[in-house]
């Protein structure tokens, strides 16, 4: 075997026991496996051989649904719609935390007294207000850039939501053009995540 070095082949070298422990490559062939095995996990799911892990009759999804049922949010019926399958489950399980502001941003982490200090609380990207979830994903001067270029790219003025619930309401609402729902909540999925 030979791999290629800047356009030429290198020496022959032959394969014996794989990688050893350490070795600055194993965590990109890890990735790479993974994902590999991800999409073929993902393709057998969308063609009906998967139907997920399950643990007697409740599945992750599941057990979300169960507690937007116990809670009483008004934001319920946008809370289903971070399911959506456009997306992976872990973008899925990242809106759904940043809708419930379970993520932890600076602020939710001073309610639960993990920081202590008022002081300690200046967003990370421009050190001048206090990182709150509607803040970091929002109202920051990284983030409004990178929402402003997002919807310049849709070709929609910029919306001027009050809070991260309300800017995924008001996106919903925007969709002017022949996409389905499911892609279009799709690209604000990525922003977010992206940010």
Not at 86 to 101: A, D, E, N, P, T
Not at 136 to 143: A, G, P, Q, Y
Not at 145 to 156: C, E, G, H, I
Request: aromatic share 14%; net charge positive; hydrophobic share 45%.
């Amino acid at each position: 075997m030979s791999v290629l070095i800047n356009g030429t082949p290198s020496s022959q070298f032959s394969v014996s026991r794989g990688i050893r422990q350490g070795d600055p490559m194993a965590p990109f062939m890890f990735l790479m496996v993974a994902e590999g095995f991800a999409g073929l996990v993902r393709q057998a799911r969308n063609v009906g051989l998967l139907d997920g892990y399950k643990i007697g009759k409740y599945v992750v999804k599941s057990a979300y649904f169960i507690q937007l049922e116990s809670n009483i949010l008004p934001s319920g019926n946008i809370l289903l719609k971070s399911w959506t399958n456009c997306v992976s489950s872990k973008i899925c399980c990242f809106v759904w935390k940043l809708l419930r502001c379970r993520l932890p941003s600076k602020m939710e982490l001073f309610k639960r007294q993990v920081i202590q200090r008022v002081e300690d609380l200046k967003c990370f990207f421009c050190n001048s207000h206090v990182e709150s979830i509607d803040h970091l994903f929002l109202f920051c001067t990284f983030s409004s850039a990178v929402w402003k270029r997002f919807y310049s790219w849709l070709q929609v003025d910029k919306l001027n939501p009050a809070s991260v619930l309300e800017s995924l309401l008001l996106h919903e609402v925007i969709n002017h053009r022949s996409i389905s729902k499911d892609l279009w909540r799709m690209f604000w999925f990525s922003v977010v995540w992206s940010i």
